[in-house]
């Protein structure tokens, strides 16, 4: 489930979160109640918007508590903009002339549904008569995820944050592309304009694109209430269609102490508590609901934020950042090291799934690659193959690499830190990133305590 803007503003690595302005628009939140109250929402557990200090905009019951095994919320199927919201409409599906999709050229829903958020946006801009123009006016103008950090932010940031922060650019333009493709130069029958010349532009559809991205719920394949028996937008789709976006509901912020499950009951679309962070949470007690069981890194390139102490996380690193920490360690640089060895770990992809966790101390495949690199003199493929996939306990030998390469990242961490820190001033999206290297920084200070002491 999708939710953003935790606007935390931590520009000198300090926890100081602050409400997020965006959020919170007193005006808009009252209209969509109204709305959804005239579209056969009870509000049975009395929900009610309030903005904390952690988080912004939230939700809350002023008069009620939740125990375990409580509802939520229960929303109305057709209050949902899924599939067939875009389906049944005539002037959206108006501008896709079916003959023109290729199927080399296909985008997905979350791509679709974005540009329906721009066609909707203008429409209620110009006649304010747009169906889901009261939700529009209660969605963000902006997100704090890496993506929108400037240049020299984004030149600051570890690598593992640029290569997402790349790829969801290259991404994004390439849907963006095709979809001006396909709408050409046709124009707005309210204002005359061009579409992609004049209306839609680059920097609107990624923030149409994120809107979706941080807020959209998942609709089990068998919630066949939801499926439009039309099916204009299939030869243009890849993937599912079990995406949509959910009015209200997406104001539940996430916590990693939390557990729900959303499901389909009759006409309605439910999110039930079941395993709440306390016994009981008390009226204007903060309602969270879970996203699942995300990491830090996650969070933050999804969605924008990240958690303190997060139960889900643990600290991912790569077989550049193995090569880099020798490079800089004087002990290991003086060694030599048969490019067969690094041939054969990308080859069998055992440089997936490398971290380290605090509980579970370092992953297996992260003990494999160190023990082929640092204890094996073998570089054939036939040999390396019997010791990668051979007797665990021989991977036991690597803890003084493992110190090495847990002080590397630290050091490294701290440097990415002190760059952003010497920047004249940080974006949103930058300060929430700079926050996030320190709780890296934490995190690895941690684990290096409890598993790489006596070294």
């Known amino acids: 489930m999708g939710r953003t803007q935790r606007r935390r503003r931590r520009r000198q690595a300090t926890e100081s979160p602050t409400v997020d302005s965006a959020k919170n628009k007193s005006n808009s939140l009252p209209q969509l109640y109204v709305q959804l109250l005239a579209r056969n929402w009870q509000n049975s557990t009395q929900l009610s918007g309030h903005s904390y200090a952690k988080t912004g ?3 809350c019951s002023k008069r009620r508590s939740f125990v375990a095994g409580d509802e939520l919320i229960r929303l109305p199927v057709h209050c949902l903009i899924s599939i067939a919201t875009l389906e049944a409409d005539e002037a959206f599906k108006g501008l896709f002339n079916k003959d023109l999709f290729d199927k080399d050229a296909r985008i997905s829903f979350q791509a679709l549904i974005a540009c ?22 209660t969605l963000p103008r902006s997100y704090t995820t890496p993506y929108f950090c400037t240049i020299p932010e984004l030149q600051c940031l570890p690598e593992c944050l640029l290569e997402r922060t790349v790829a969801q650019n290259r991404q994004i333009r390439d849907y963006y592309e095709i979809l001006k493709t396909l709408v050409g130069s046709q124009c707005c029958e309210c204002c005359g304009q061009r579409y992609f010349q004049n209306i839609w532009t680059l920097s609107e559809y990624r923030v149409a694109y994120f809107a979706v991205n941080t807020r959209s719920v998942y609709l089990n394949s068998r919630m066949l209430e939801l499926q439009s028996s039309k099916s204009h937008f299939q030869p243009l789709l890849s993937g599912s269609t079990n995406l949509a976006l959910a009015p209200l509901l997406d104001l539940f912020n996430h916590s990693d102490a939390v557990q729900t499950t959303a499901e389909i009951q009759g006409e309605d679309f439910v999110l039930t508590l079941n395993g709440p962070p306390t016994a009981e949470i008390k009226p204007y007690e903060q309602l969270y609901i879970s996203y699942g069981a995300l990491t830090n890194l996650k969070l933050l390139t999804e969605y924008g934020f990240w958690l303190k102490g997060n139960a889900h996380d643990y600290f991912e690193v790569s077989l550049l950042d193995i090569e880099h920490m020798i490079k800089h360690n004087k002990t290991l640089a003086t060694q030599t090291y048969h490019r067969n060895i690094f041939k054969f770990i990308r080859e069998h992809n055992l440089s997936d799934q490398m971290f380290v966790h605090l509980d579970d101390g370092c992953s297996h495949n992260l003990r494999v690659v160190l023990h082929l690199i640092f204890k094996q003199q073998a570089y054939f493929p036939n040999v390396l193959n019997q010791i990668a996939f051979g007797d665990v306990q ?14 590397h990242k630290i050091s490294e961490y701290q440097l990415f830190a002190g760059e952003l820190d010497k920047l004249p001033q940080l974006t949103e999206s930058g300060a929430v990133a700079r926050s996030y ?11 290096e305590a409890v598993h790489c002491t006596g070294i």
Do not use: K, W
């Open 57 to 59: 905009r939230g939700l």
């Open 116 to 137: 329906y958020l721009m066609h909707e946006q203008h429409f209620h801009d110009c006649s304010q008569t747009s169906d889901i123009g009261v939700y529009l006016d």
């Open 394 to 407: 021989q991977f036991d030998d690597v803890q003084p690499e493992l110190a090495y390469l847990v002080a």
């Open 437 to 447: 290297l320190t709780e890296c920084i934490r995190y690895l200070n941690e684990f």
